[in-house]
């Protein structure tokens, strides 16, 4: 099941449905929601199709979590997950749903309605924030209910502040790496061969083992393309799932101003993802112009077809190696300041707000 399937919001009247459980409200990032009724005992959640409810989202596991019907109780378990699951804003492992309640896997929010369910006790507040406010209630008794709410706001503040400063640290970590370094190699190796063989030419066509050893050495040019393609695609799987994490990282932040920037600072982190996948496509694209370039010098001189000498003299239809790799290291110098002047700002930010939260 995908939440992609229908544009607008699907919703479900309980009442109408036999042996339903709970409804599950489900908003993936593309903001489109959509009913999942509880027909079953036990339902998955996660970023794979083999999920009882799939979701596009790059910062879900492919199993993420499971919902379950146990004695009654209807229950939500983390499966090992990379980034975790949230019920109403705090962090579990195994716990128990009630009607109201709202859970967060990566990216993505899920309403639970139980079918004739009760209402949590502590009315859809965590553990956490209810034990804050009892703490500021008491503590700030004499000095009334408005200085406990300015001391909500501060510990709230100095909360942001921190999650930030993580987060920048973190978006750092992930600039050391650069996919265009990958490429430099492989342009020497290709001068070499390229010096090795000569440029082949209609007006002084090779034969024999020449020509032999000619589209041997375009063919292995080609699978040298695709294994610099695949090296890179680890890379940009690497660099998407930091994406998703620093999503799911900001959902955490209540201040809106800092939100926004987050925001920013996730679209900057895209544009830098956005340039290994170039990369990655560039080279692909090379792999498949060498390739059928070895097959037209084969029918050139190795098969004696004259017809193919004027695909010979164009040579390889597509970007140079070295092009390739200039490109990429324009590209990802822009995109890489950009990230890090968005750092600098955010780090400013926390760091002048850390002081006046004291």
Known sequence: MSEEGTPKTEMINPALLDGVSANFIVKGPSGVEKAYPMKSITVTIGRSDQCDIAVKDS???????????????????????ANGIWLNGERVDDVE???????????????????????????????KMLAAIIVGVLVLAGAGIGGGLWLKKKQQRKRDLKTLSQIVESTRGGQKANPCSSGTMVVQDVAKIINSVGKPSSANPPRGDDARRLVASYRELAKKYELVAASVSQYAAKDTEVSGQLAA??????????????????????????????????????????????NTLDQAFLQGNRGAYAAVDAGVSAKSPADVVVQCSKNFAKAK?????????LDEIAGGGEAAAE
């Open 249 to 294: 990282s900001f959902e955490q932040i209540a201040d809106p101003d800092i939100k926004s920037k987050g925001a920013e600072l996730q679209d900057l982190v895209e544009q830098r993802t956005q340039v290994g996948q170039t990369f990655i496509n560039d080279w692909k694209k090379l792999a498949q112009a060498t390739g059928a370039y070895a």
């Open 59 to 81: 910062s879900m596991s492919g199993k993420h979590a499971e919902i379950s019907k146990i004695n009654g109780e209807i229950r939500v378990k983390d499966l090992g997950s």
């Open 97 to 127: 749903l009630f009607d109201g309640d709202v859970l967060r896997c990566g990216q993505t929010s899920i309403r639970v309605d139980v079918v004739g369910g009760r209402k949590r006790p502590d009315a859809g507040l965590s553990r």
């Open 337 to 345: 300041n950009g990230v890090e002047d968005k750092c600098k700002e």
